[in-house]
């Protein structure tokens, strides 16, 4: 099963590297939106207060971008191309295989991860060359530990996502539709302290506002300790969970829009 979900996960790694659309959306869209917001922001002199004391803006983006980045690979591209194989009737005829149907899973959910991390490798680049933004050794270990997390909970929640969209064209939509409202009140693109105190509570709720906590705390230089933001990394895993219940209940391997 272990051979065959590495198998399936190259093959739709590199059906995603040939898809110009999912290219653009998953890689170049999270690196433009942190020169934007870096360089709109993250001017000489400019700090954002966090946890520990203020940090330039620049620093403070990063992390944010990164938990974007995630987002775009594990949820949105992995609900767009779920919905896209089943409709098409490709999931319908992987199924009739012998080949196990978590290896089918698995392989699309390790894919989705590996682009995630090299999403984020490419941003910390990025913030680190262009920005000056440091990259705190010591707290390495929690920032690549979340980065998984992240990813593994957002595949859940977009296969649970997949499991309601009827029409292809209308899944990349959708997850916009769900994630950009939650960008702008979870620290992605307005740091929490500039959002009305209402906002921020709705924020809290949901794993964005988690995600990019624990990224954050990874990210901060005034972080002590290992970085693990233990509370948060907590609610994004039952956030996945509760969506690796919802797609179990719910997910079909045949069209749904036929």
């Known amino acids: 099963m272990i051979r065959t979900a590495l198998y399936l996960s190259g093959y739709d790694l590199r059906a995603f590297l040939r898809n110009r659309q999912s290219q653009f959306f998953t890689l170049a869209l999270p690196v433009l939106f942190l020169v ?82 090299g999403m984020a490798v490419v941003l910390l680049g990025i913030g680190w060359a262009a920005y000056g933004v440091d990259i705190p050794g010591r707290t390495a270990l929690a920032l690549a530990v979340t980065v998984v997390i992240g990813a593994a909970s957002f595949c859940c929640l977009g296969y649970a ?24 009140i979870s620290g992605v693109f307005v740091a929490v302290p500039a959002l009305p105190h209402w906002l921020a509570d709705v924020g809290e709720i949901f794993p964005v506002r ?38 179990l209940r719910k997910f079909s391997w045949q069209p749904l829009g036929r």
Request: aromatic share 8%.
């Open 161 to 184: 996502l997949a499991s309601f969209i009827r029409n292809e064209d209308a899944a990349l939509p959708a997850a916009m539709a769900f994630m950009l409202p939650l960008y702008f």
């Open 36 to 117: 934007i917001f870096a360089s709109v922001f993250g001017g000489s002199g400019n700090t954002t207060e966090v946890a520990g004391g203020p940090i330039s803006t620049s620093q403070y983006y990063v992390p944010g971008i990164i938990a974007l980045g995630i987002i775009a690979a594990c949820f949105g591209n992995l609900a767009s191309s779920v919905t896209a194989q089943r409709e098409r009737g490709v999931l319908k005829r992987r199924r009739a295989t012998p080949v196990p149907a978590t290896a089918v899973i698995a392989g699309r959910v390790l894919t989705a991860i590996v682009v995630a991390v």
């Open 210 to 247: 988690h995600l990019a906590n624990a990224l954050l705390t990874a990210d901060n230089p005034h972080t002590t300790g290992l970085g693990f933001a233990g509370l948060d990394l907590l609610i994004v895993a039952a956030w996945g969970t509760a969506g690796l219940l919802v797609a």
